[in-house]
């Protein structure tokens, strides 16, 4: 099984980067789908607190499946994970999996997430969410940094 972990900043290209590579039998667990799920609302909006709780058990249900699977072909696990400490944690969790960040200028994420229609929370949030991930960024040996 190949686990790939993908992480960004909002608006640096995840899904996109993922939806490219997958293929039939992949697996994607990615926390704002999860709530979309169990929500009935949109992946790109302000998040219920209760709601989101229920959705941070679920993935942590998923990564446990996963790690004691062995019959799935590739798992994408798609997350923001700024913090390099805890990619590493997480790629250890998961069997050693491979750590992709994709890192585009700050620039050209916070244009992607101000014309992006899914996100329907207000704009000051979704910048300020962006400028906090290059913030908080720190790289991990695992990773594998496409700009």
Known sequence: MNIKIVAGPP????????????QKGDMIIDLDKIYAAISNNDMHEQKDE?????????????????????????VWVVACLPNGRRR?????????AEVYVLK???????????????????????????????????PCRKDIVAE
Not at 11 to 22: E, H, M
Not at 121 to 137: F, L, N
């Open 104 to 138: 585009p200028p700050i620039t050209t994420t916070l244009e992607r997430v101000s014309q992006d229609k899914t996100r329907i929370y207000p704009k000051e949030y979704a910048e300020r969410i962006v400028h906090e991930w290059y913030r908080d960024y720190s």
């Open 88 to 96: 590493e944690m997480l790629s250890r969790r998961l069997c050693d």
């Open 50 to 74: 209760q709601l989101l709780s229920i959705a941070l058990e679920l993935r942590e249900v998923l990564y446990e499946r996963v790690r004691r699977s062995r019959g799935l072909k590739t």
């Open 11 to 22: 608006g640096a290209g995840k899904n996109t980067y993922v939806n490219k590579q997958f």
